[in-house]
């Protein structure tokens, strides 16, 4: 076992061997521009991101036609939202969204409400799952669309997909999803879905970082968005610039290799994970965080109460996990998503995320929960909170000092 | 952003931790911060009739560099008198701990706590509190 040992999958995952196996050739031999119609150069470059495209559509049941290659699932989240609002803004001008969706949903909706749009930002329930009542009751006349993530980043929810897809179209809105942290963990189909655009990156599973997809609907109904980026027409028209050919090549390997192994890696993850939750749950005081039966296989969240987050992680070391408090003066705030579960701000101070992946090992799990196990109990002896829990005194009688 | 090595070596290795009396007359007990804002100290100090601190004890809850700024705090204030003691500035703390901008508040918690430490101790013996400048933070 070698240390230090990555568990932030959620954040970047290393990049498979086999994926940039496919890609090395693409920078030298290969180095043709894909719109370079004609000569050799750029029909070999044509056709590794055609095959690309093949890869992508077959692990999301879409079509290679839907398939908009991107700079990653921040700007697909951003195209599909300004495109969407732009192309229909005749149709309406509301946009349904969630408060736990990634600042790239957040803030390409802010934009769109600098330029006059309406954006409902639906709340959670304490699971962090939609409630598809309010859902409803917030779609107007003018909703054109609903944009709400596959799975959280965070917390790993995965949300009612096919149902807010169906109530969306119901009312002729389109549904757009952010699947980043979703395609190629668990099974996504477009199609079975209802999804109509969705957004998706290669570095979060496995494929190089400055690469990802916009899946763009073309039938039933055929979906349009105005390009962001103009230049030389790629992509359809929707998104111009020279591919980025070997970030391409290894998208769709990336995405092959998730097909082709998804079912049994999700089955070793949810166990490796299920043991790190069941042993950390020990510890007195410990909760985890979000729907537990609704959730991505490879993430567990975990407030180990009376200590914060960031000092926790020092303790953790050799441990790469990440946590939900930021002690910086530019930030006190606790991480949005957990305060949006109705977490207290102490609750989300005191949360890690441990994000588990394709080159986890056992081992490494049995590491990590006896380090935890050890950090928790160390910062405890440091921490006035848990003597005060301790000798029974309730930490709500207390009129802390706000700062 | 990489730690100090003193902020690790107190984060690792901390000093003072534990509980004095709070309710004996010679010591003065500091609980500043607030659990929704992810850090709390209390330190403790036990003066002797001289008015010199004899003890110091600490607990934290908050991140590394609150922790280690506590830590040195009752290192500092073993042996020191009160007077030298409310002398402590908080930017003493951020350069022996090289703190980065971002955990400069650590430092201010840390002041806040020897000083509430201080009144409560005069406070217990029938001295009036010292005005405290507002916090900056």
């Known amino acids: 076992m070698n240390l230090p040992i990555y568990l932030d999958n959620n954040a970047t995952t290393p990049m498979d061997p086999r994926v940039l196996e496919a890609m090395i050739p693409y920078f030298t031999q290969k180095f043709g521009n894909a719109a370079s119609r004609n000569h050799h150069f750029g029909w070999v470059a044509e056709e590794g991101v055609d095959y690309a495209r093949e890869q992508v559509a077959k692990l999301i049941g879409a079509t290679e036609k839907e398939i908009i290659f991107t700079s990653g699932a921040t700007e697909s989240d951003n195209l599909a939202i300004k495109g969407v609002f732009e192309m229909y803004k005749d149709k309406g001008n509301h946009i349904i969204t969630a408060v736990t969706e990634h600042k790239a949903v957040l803030d390409a909706c802010k934009h769109v409400e600098k330029l006059g749009g309406k954006v409902t930002y639906l709340p959670v329930k304490e699971d962090g799952l939609v409630d598809l009542e309010l859902l409803e009751q917030s779609i107007t006349p003018e909703t054109i669309l609903v944009s709400i993530m596959y799975g959280n980043n965070e917390i790993g929810v995965v949300q009612p997909v096919k149902e807010i897809a169906a109530i969306a179209h119901k009312h002729g809105a389109l549904f757009m999803t952010d699947a980043t942290q979703a395609v190629g963990k668990i099974p996504v189909d477009v199609n079975a879905d209802g999804i109509d655009l969705l957004a998706l990156s290669a570095h979060k599973m496995y494929g190089p970082k400055g690469v990802g997809a916009l899946y763009v609907r073309r039938k039933g109904p055929r979906v349009k968005v105005t390009a962001q980026m103009d230049g030389g027409g790629h992509e359809r028209g929707m998104r111009s610039g020279t591919l980025n050919v070997p970030g391409i090549v290894g998208l769709g390997k990336a995405c092959e290799l998730a097909r082709l192994e998804m079912d049994s890696e999700a089955q070793r993850l949810s166990a490796l994970r299920d043991r790190l939750e069941a042993s950390l749950s020990e510890l007195e005081e410990s909760y985890v965080n979000g729907n537990v039966q609704y959730r991505l296989p490879h993430v567990a969240n975990i407030s180990f109460k009376y200590v914060e987050g960031e000092g926790l992680m020092m303790a953790m070391k050799d441990l790469a996990v990440s946590s939900g408090s930021a002690c910086t003066s530019a930030s006190l705030e606790p991480s949005y998503v957990l305060k949006s579960l109705g977490l207290s701000d102490d609750l989300a101070h005191s949360s890690i995320r441990f994000g588990l992946g394709r080159f986890t090992t056992d081992e490494e799990v049995d590491y990590a929960i006896e380090v935890t196990k050890k950090a928790v109990t160390h910062l405890r002896e440091l921490s006035p909170l848990w003597e005060m829990f301790q000798e029974g005194i309730d930490l709500n009688s207390i009129e802390w000092a706000e700062h | ?137």
């Open chain 2, 1 to 137: 952003m990489a730690y100090s090595d003193k902020v690790i070596d107190h984060y690792t290795n901390p000093r003072n931790v534990g509980t004095l009396d709070k309710s004996s007359h010679k010591v003065g007990t500091g609980l500043v911060g607030a659990p929704e804002c992810g850090d709390v100290m209390r330190l403790q100090i036990e003066v002797d009739d001289n008015n010199v601190i004899t003890d110091a004890k600490f607990k934290t809850f908050g991140c590394g560099s609150a922790i280690a700024s506590s830590s040195l705090a009752t290192e500092w204030l073993k042996g020191k008198s009160i007077d030298d003691a409310m002398a402590i500035d908080n930017m003493d703390i951020v350069e022996e701990l090289a703190l980065p901008p971002v955990k400069i508040h650590c430092s201010v918690l840390a002041e806040d706590a020897i000083k509430a430490a201080i009144n409560d101790y005069r406070v217990k013996n029938g001295l009036e509190p010292i005005e405290l400048e507002k916090s900056h933070h």
